[in-house]
DNA sequence: GTCAACAATCTTGTATGCAAGAATTTACGT
DNA sequence: ACGTAAATTCTTGCATACAAGATTGTTGAC
């Protein structure tokens, strides 16, 4: 039971911020996390670095740590940038491309189809989340495709609130396809354009649905 | 003096890392840092874990924390990786480059080629460094950017082995001119394809070096 | 002489204590 | 009644204490 906490903490806060439980914006107390996890603070205080460092937690100094709020403009920056990565991870695997990184794209992307023939969003968000990493897997890259992992875990707590706009799932997953067959045709451009793309438009439809919310927001203003 | 311990430590430690003065591979002793520092553990731990997060150190369970040594393997990923974000950030800034981004390139560019002409190789270092991290701040992306100065940070401690590669520098200021006119041109494919380039020949003449070294110690072993 | 097991030592991981800065509340003046 | 300032309270940042695993050295047996 002993040199354990730190990581056990910081996955169990990660698990948190990443499936919204705790929401952008909200005060991470100290004294109050180490009472919930029956801890003392100090390996919740390294917890708190490490998330930190990840990007999913800002620590103000002398102010504490807050669960990171992207503005807009940092939001459609770092769609920008998950666009980059993933469009050269696409490039690279469709050059590189292995049986079994085929095999493992081939499945996850079967289970999106299941999903999306369930109307299951659900399940279509973890189905597409192993989807992109299989794509990074398929790099070869296990540097690069750690990146891209660690992005995609950054913006995934922003991601959430993106399905709810009518028939992405669906228009996702025929991205996907053309992805697919880019890279099963060893197509390293297309594949890398189409990505890149797919990505792009998820932070522009993003960004659409987010500007809704703060214009109903300002509206009808109330407090929290 | 109080709530700025942390940083303090973090950018010493992270400066002893990136000059040489602390080795890939070495151990760094908390107690032995405390009593450096003049401070107790608890803040060199906290420095320790972010130094960690961003790559140039590497912690072991219940074992410490040592300077990374990347493998051979990891470095050709890190170096290949960097070349994407790099060619992404020559693509960006292509299309973007304002008036002030424009001086700023051309500053450093000049600098790179006043440490040429006076075959100044210290000088040349933190020129091409600039020059560089002028590319990623044209980008207008600072997400980008502060990624693409991460990753740069990281690899340092490396690239500095790989300036003693013979007209290395020569080489590498023609790469840049190359990549200022295609910059300048608002040509971004030709910008992100020298760019590449230029970063993946600094990778793979550095992992010759470094061929080159290991086999000298390999056939002239001594305690270390 | 070498290898293995045990003991002493060292080092990390976590808990606790304390001081200084931030936030909040209260009291006073206008 | 409202704004400002002082005082109290709360929280973080660092120091110190202690326990458990890792390392190293020693001793014993083969």
């Known amino acids: ?14 698990d948190d911020i990443v499936a919204g439980r705790l929401r952008p914006g909200q005060r991470l107390d100290e004294v109050g996390l180490a009472d919930r996890f029956g801890v003392s603070r100090t ?50 695997a469709a050059q590189r491309l292995g049986p079994s990184d085929r095999a493992t794209i ?13 109307h299951d969003e659900a399940a279509y968000y ?7 990493a299989a794509v990074y897997a398929a790099t070869g890259n296990r540097v690069l495709a750690g ?9 995934q707590p922003y ?3 993106q399905l709810k706009v009518p028939r992405r799932m669906q228009a996702s997953f025929a991205e996907h396809e053309a992805i697919v067959e880019a890279l099963f045709a060893g197509d ?8 890149r793309a797919h990505v792009l438009v998820q932070g522009e ?3 659409t649905l987010l500007a809704a919310l703060q214009a109903e927001a300002e509206a009808e203003p109330r407090a929290g």
Chains 1, 2 share one sequence.
């Open 205 to 207: 439809r993003f960004m």
């Open 147 to 155: 990146e891209a992992l660690r992005l995609q875990r950054g913006l």
């Open 188 to 195: 390293g451009p297309a594949a890398a354009e189409r990505l």
């Open 106 to 118: 081939a499945e996850a992307h079967a289970a999106c189809r299941e999903a999306v023939a369930c």
């Open 1 to 14: 039971m002993r040199g354990e906490q730190t990581p056990r903490l910081r996955e169990a806060l990660e």
């Open 159 to 161: 991601r959430r609130l």
């Open 126 to 132: 973890p189905a597409n989340a192993r989807f992109h």
């Open 43 to 92: 390996p919740i205080r390294e917890a708190l670095i490490q998330l930190a460092a990840s990007g999913l937690v800002e620590i103000r100094p002398r102010r504490g740590a807050f669960v990171v709020l992207l503005g807009p403009r940092e939001l459609i920056e770092s769609f920008e940038l998950m666009a980059e990565i993933e469009a050269s991870c696409a490039r690279l």
